[in-house]
T-cell receptor, first 119, second 115 residues
Framework: AQKITQTQPGMFVQEKEAVTLDCTYD???????LFWYKQPSSGEMIFLIY??????QNATEGRYSLNFQKARKSANLVISASQLGDSAMYFC????????????????FGQGTILTVHP | GAVVSQHPSRVICKSGTSVKIECRSL??????MFWYRQFPKQSLMLMAT?????????EQGVEKDKFLINHASLTLSTLTVTSAHPEDSSFYIC???????????FGSGTRLTVV
């Protein structure tokens, strides 16, 4: 079963508008972390925001906020006031605490969403 | 802080040869390194997890004899693609765990083309 699902292969947004990128996850682990990364065409992975499963408040980092709905197992990324430089591929990822072992703490990535910001 | 330097950024090699990719942690000790593979416009797929001083753990379906991972020190992990074939052409990226909030730091990636 897919652990992280991003159902939007591509999204378009007008500059200065807000956009929401969807992410749902599946885990039975009570302790987990959710991440969003931006990957421009250069390939580098840029960390955007983190939400822990026990965090009471939704995470925010500048123009990025995470709409965390635990019961629905969703962790959507909201980008406010989109900029042309926001055009990139965006990945949602999950870390489960697991039971230890040598792959402890590995990240599982969603399929990604390509965001295009139009002027 | 928590910088991982990955080299080379691009490499073209002939079919049948081997290619080594290095990831060095510059300002911290990386006890665990994750190696990912990414095809164009697709997700990052974990290939293996390496822990300093021990054998790497490979994900299901990844040939351990083809993708050799060495993590001999706390600052260096290497991935060697042996007997490369055109289907091995891909983007390879490493990631190390660290103690910061975001938890992971990534190398800049290596674009491998096998001709």
């Amino acid at each position: 079963a897919q652990k992280i699902t991003q159902t939007q292969p591509g999204m378009f947004v007008q500059e200065k508008e807000a956009v929401t990128l969807d992410c749902t996850y599946d885990t039975s682990d009570p302790s987990y972390g959710l991440f969003w990364y931006k990957q421009p065409s250069s390939g580098e992975m840029i960390f955007l925001i983190y939400q822990g499963s026990y965090d009471q408040q939704n995470a925010t980092e500048g123009r990025y906020s995470l709409n965390f709905q635990k019961a629905r197992k969703s962790a959507n990324l909201v980008i406010s006031a989109s900029q042309l430089g926001d055009s990139a591929m965006y990945f949602c990822a999950m870390r489960e605490s697991g039971a230890g072992g040598t792959s402890y703490g590995k990240l599982t990535f969603g399929q990604g969403t390509i965001l295009t910001v139009h002027p | 802080g928590a910088v991982v330097s990955q080299h080379p950024s691009r490499v073209i090699c002939k079919s049948g040869t081997s290619v080594k990719i290095e990831c060095r942690s510059l300002d911290f000790q990386a006890t665990t390194m994750f190696w990912y593979r990414q095809f164009p416009k697709q997700s990052l797929m974990l290939m293996a997890t390496s822990n300093e001083g021990s054998k790497a753990t490979y994900e299901q379906g990844v040939e351990k004899d083809k993708f050799l991972i060495n993590h001999a020190s706390l600052t260096l992990s290497t991935l060697t693609v042996t007997s490369a074939h055109p289907e091995d052409s891909s983007f390879y990226i490493c990631s190390a765990r660290w103690t910061g909030l975001n938890g992971y730091t990534f190398g800049s990636g290596t674009r491998l083309t096998v001709v």
